[in-house]
């Protein structure tokens, strides 16, 4: 990148990218041809840069000025006040929610400050299209030590030293995980890069797979020189495209550059990879349900042991790992195993990213070291909750994962710590709920999805949590009595224990978080058969008052489903058996005669 | 599941047993080959799967039960225009339900359902990893971020001609 003097970084993540961020970049790239800069500037497409709430992104180096929610025409006063006179585009800058002040630096942005990037190091910086690039900023390097440095015993030994965990859900040691499948014997082994991520509001490996595919090449290929295998798989989700052929361009780049196939730089070590994808199936996550479906079968999943490191893909040894997992590992070899097991709390180490979503101001994708408090990556970096509404709950580790509260807010998030609060770490899904929101319906849209994605294979799951799905609607009908909640606990002890797979021992986790955390809402729902968040539309009605009411039928106007009945100038009245309450009269009644019971 | 009964004509099913060999016919790559068959056809009816079988020489039951595992293969043809509201976490808790409700509505139809003159299937799909643009909606591959009940008509009306 040395030869230009400044670079103009446009986020081409799937979001920013459904924005236009690709006419942001040929509308700068032919502001440039036009002024004669092409040589000084270059206009690079990146990864994203997780600042996904004020996306498309614009970033300029050297200075780090970060320009949000640029449009395609913005791109001339950018290039011509920026570029060429050096004045920033004051409109286009960061401002501060707090002191209302700009911010030009994305270093002092609060959303960056507290974040430190592991993972996703690479993302947002380079073009995930160039190996050149990512060789610029160190890819392929930690490959190198290892094949000219290392045995796979003294390898692995590293990742062990480390204490980096899986990422993708279980936190089971890594380099322990690489000793059991390296201890095998076989003629032929694997590894695969699990990137399924199902869990819906989950987008981290995606974007590392958009915005830094080689971190993931290379940690595969060390994978497999410590194991013994040279075949990698990458079972990705046919929905990321994006990602996919991102992937595809690398896997190719990598090959013409000796960085895969045979005898790779020279040092007699053997590796190829494969992509295989999924096709809409969550339970495929799971790791054996994962090796089944790339056998071209039904993702069904199978008891362990035996696990995936002593009879997998193909009955062969086969390593799993997620793919931010394997976006730390050449870091970890290039900075020393003492200087990432430095970062994070006693038992986890390192970083972890998270996809911030809901109702938060900054939503995006953020990476912290192990150890931050729940309150600094809600308030800091995620600015807070929406609309200045009121926080109510954070949900940590999708179907599997459970509701935390305000007064979890300080706890320091870790594996261990987040499964004594009632929920889990996950894949790094954190959804921000505020008052608006019905627990109850929470944890039946979480039901919803189970019961979807249930593979069917054994009854527990697969009847079990169709019946607690059924006492959870009766509940949120206004159909519901103490004893369904009684019937709900005792259901979810039954799933839980005799479930066969991670999905059916988890699936009770959101019923049986939300209602530690927020019981009394369940009373209220069974009890007065009442919803304070106004969520469950069967149990509220929409009243006209005749007092305030003009008749200026402003409302039977709007009302799509003509539920409104009353003469011009007389008090009017909703048909409760005709509305389907949509709210949209309350919006015109410029009386305030409508409200919700 | 219903299905449609077609008949595939010769060009069709040399093309089928192309897409077979290029992954070597093996049972393997089922799932690859059916990706591909998708692709080509926009479904996958029973005269497809029982040429997929026949050529990777598995069960045609087999390949049966593989498409109606994953929710990604249909037998039942897409609309031109298909509709699919992202019903994950995140666009859920920002009201995609709303969203879908309103589709449903205008397009008189149910989820998995095409319009009667083939325009439009709904369906529903778990996180494209936009969700900073929560809700999303996709119509085919174009992604529409931040979608209220109220810009649905908006959406429908690019596709009036
Ligand atoms: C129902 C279910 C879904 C899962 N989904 C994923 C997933 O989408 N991505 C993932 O990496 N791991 C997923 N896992 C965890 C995998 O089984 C496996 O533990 C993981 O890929 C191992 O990699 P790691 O040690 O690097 O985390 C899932 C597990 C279960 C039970
Ligand atoms: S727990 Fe559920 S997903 Fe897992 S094997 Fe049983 S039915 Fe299938
Ligand atoms: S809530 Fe909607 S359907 Fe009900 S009366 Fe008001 S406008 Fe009509």
Redesign the pocket.
Known sequence: MAKYKTHLLVCGGTGCKASASDVIKDKLTRELDEKGLADECQVVMTGCFGFCEKGPIVKVLPDNTFYTQVTPDDAKEIIEEHIIKGRKVDRLLYKDPTSKEEISDSKHMGFYKKQMRIALRNCGFIDPENIEEAIARDAYAALGKVLGEMTPVEATQIVLDSGL????????P?GL?WKLTAQEKADQKYVVC??????PGAFM?RSILEGDPHTVIEAMAINGYCTGATKGLVYIRAEYPLAITRLKIALEQAREYGLLGKDILGKGFDFEIEIRYGAGA??C???T??IHSMEGERGE?TFKPPFPSVEGYRKKPTN???????ANIPVIFLKGAEWFSAIGTEKSKGTKVFALAGKINNVGLIEVPMGTTLREVIYEIGGGIKDSKKFKAVQTGGP?GGCLTEKHLDTPIDYDSLIACGSMMG?GGMIVMDEDDCMVSMAKFYLEFTVEESCGKCAPCRIGNKRLHEQLELITQGKGSKENLEKIRDLCGVIKDTSL???G??SPNPVLSTMDNFWDEYIAHVEEHKCASGACKDLMKYIIDAEPCVGCTACARVCPVGAIAGERKGPHTIDQSICIKCGACVDKCKFNAISIK | MSSVKIKLNQKEVDKLREVCASFNNEPDELINVLHKAQEIFGYLPAEVQEVIAEELNVAVAKVYGVVTFYSFFTMIPKGKHPISVCTGTACYVRGAEKVLDEFKRRLNVEVGETTPDGKHSLSCLRCVGACGLAPVVLVGEKVYGRVSPDGVAEILAEYEV
């Open positions: 965990r899986g990422r993708g859900g279980g936190g089971f890594t995980k699990n990137a399924d991520e199902g869990d490996d969550f339970v996550g799971e790791e349900a994962l999943p799993v790992n997620n793919v931010e997992t394997y599997s894949s797979c991670g999905l021992q988890t």
